[in-house]
């Protein structure tokens, strides 16, 4: 069982951005961080199961809720914004709360936050799990490349962020695992092919679960 708390921040341009805190009855001094994408958000399935699966492990879950499809956003540069408003509540987070482990996972729009905030003291020793990272971005690929922890990186070759180049320059990283998918898209499918889809979903979860929790 766990006890879930609502709360929000007030982010960039004075705009609300909420967050839920799903704290384990258990004694688990773990959090793990879900930061989703612009249109793939918490609700959407791999997010979902991920936070069902570390609640059913014991482990305590902040899923932070940003909504840059809101048109309040038009005039405003998401790549910045998402950056300040992860930290808030972050912040916010941890005045009241004390961890002794972390686990960051973000996807695509949400891997820029997770460069930020792998370079802060409290995220040093962060394992991380980056889902379709915007490769094509140097400064999420030379966060991954530099993280000198445990981390995994999930993405398909059909991406329009997989650079086969980079993923190869991972490949000599001691503590990177990679999960390369051949065909699988940004979304986390295979175009045009639902139940592959949803049996590749099953795959996906699985292994970030493995990661997640096993030392």
């Known amino acids: 069982m766990y006890e879930e708390t609502e ?11 909420s967050y839920s805190f799903l704290q384990s009855d258990s004694s688990s001094d773990t959090l793990v961080i879900l930061l989703p994408g612009y249109g793939y958000t918490n609700d959407s399935p791999m997010f979902r199961y991920t ?3 570390c609640l059913e492990n014991g482990l305590n879950v902040l899923e932070v ?24 509540v972050i ?35 962060a394992e991380l799990v980056w889902l379709t990272p915007l490769l094509k971005r140097n400064d999420v690929y030379e966060a991954i490349l530099s993280h000198e ?5 999930l993405m398909g070759t059909e991406d329009q962020h997989y650079i086969l180049e980079r993923i190869k320059n991972l490949e ?36 970030v679960e493995e990661f997640v929790v096993i030392p």
């Open 7 to 17: 709360g929000r921040v007030i982010g960039t341009n004075g705009i609300p951005v």
């Open 51 to 53: 936070t069902a699966l």
């Open 65 to 88: 809720n940003y909504n840059y499809r809101d048109e309040r956003y038009e005039s405003v540069d998401v790549s910045v914004a998402i950056v300040i408003d992860v930290r808030l």
């Open 91 to 125: 912040d916010q987070l941890l005045q009241s709360h004390s961890f002794n482990k972390y686990i960051i996972i973000g996807k695509s729009l949400g891997t820029i936050a997770m460069t930020s905030e792998r370079g802060r003291h409290v995220f040093r020793d």
């Open 149 to 153: 922890g445990k981390q995994l990186v």
């Open 172 to 207: 000599h990283e001691a503590l990177t695992e990679l999960e390369i998918v051949e065909q699988m898209n940004h979304s986390l499918e295979y175009t045009g092919d639902t139940y592959r889809s949803l049996r590749l979903l099953e795959t996906l979860l699985k292994r």
